[in-house]
């Protein structure tokens, strides 16, 4: 594999509204290295999530391409898509988006799961993950209505990583938090990317959370500016 994680090619999205068109999303051009970590910062309605939604291979765009780990998506069919959204990727929301009937253990295991990995292996993998995040062992019995927010978004951190992504996406991540817990879970996200490489593209309204990032770009009615 290359240098890259993301290489994204004239990336635009229209949306076909009663109202008439929008361009939420235009001709977005944008190279991620392997280790980089990006923030995309922007106003409300600027595109930021419409933007993740096309290089989380979630929706699909209007036209361009998206390239994961030297693997072009523009061409595939959904189940290729799914393929490659399970193996290469790992979200971080705003919501956590756990699955509330099952335990933070069960939330991390599920994208292994999904990848057909054995048993041993997950269990391997949740013990390695666990300690990087010193995640406490009794939080993971328990489901997300008996955690904390920032426990949460732990478990989600956690569920993230544990398929070794080659890219992990956040949409306001910390917009749930509050800032002491927000600045401990970018402290974190940073560690990882210091000791496991972890390569990271994060869209944020807030400057504050996006100077934890050492690469920043802009994002203005659909557009992609490079800071500095
Ligand atoms: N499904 C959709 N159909 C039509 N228009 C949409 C759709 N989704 C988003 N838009 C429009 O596209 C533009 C970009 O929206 P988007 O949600 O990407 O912005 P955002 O930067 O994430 O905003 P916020 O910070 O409020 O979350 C907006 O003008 C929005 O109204
Ligand atoms: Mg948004």
Excluded: C, W
Excluded at 7 to 29: F, H, M, Q, R, S
Excluded at 36 to 65: C, H, N, Y
Excluded at 115 to 123: H, N, R
Excluded at 165 to 182: C, F, R
Aim: net charge negative; proline share 3%.
């Amino acid at each position: 594999m290359g240098d890259y994680s993301l290489e994204i090619t004239d990336l635009t999205k229209i949306y076909k509204t009663p109202g008439g068109d929008v361009n939420a999303l235009l001709d977005a051009n944008l190279m991620v290295k392997k280790g980089e970590q990006v923030a995309v910062i922007g106003p409300s309605g600027s595109g930021k999530s419409t933007f993740l939604s096309m290089v989380g291979l979630l929706d699909r765009p209007t036209r361009g391409d998206v390239m994961i780990d030297g693997v072009s998506t523009s061409k595939l069919g959904d189940k290729g898509l799914t393929e490659i959204r399970r193996k290469k990727i790992g979200f971080i929301f705003q919501q956590y988006n756990l699955i509330s009937t099952l335990t933070g253990r069960e939330n991390i295991q599920l994208p292994l799961y999904l990848q057909g990995k054995s048993l041993d292996e997950i269990d391997k993998k949740i013990n390695t993950i666990s300690e990087r995040l010193a995640l406490d062992e009794k939080f993971l019995e328990h489901f997300p209505k008996q955690l904390s927010g920032g426990q949460q978004q732990r478990i989600a951190i956690a569920r993230a990583l544990v398929g070794d992504p080659a890219i992990v996406l956040g949409d306001e991540l910390t917009g749930n938090l509050d800032s002491k817990t927000s600045e401990q879970t970018m402290e974190l996200l940073k560690e990882l990317n210091e000791t496991m490489g972890l390569t990271m593209l994060i869209v944020t309204h807030d400057m504050h959370i996006a100077e934890y990032m050492e690469r920043k770009i802009t994002i203005r009615d659909g557009r992609l500016y490079e800071n500095g």
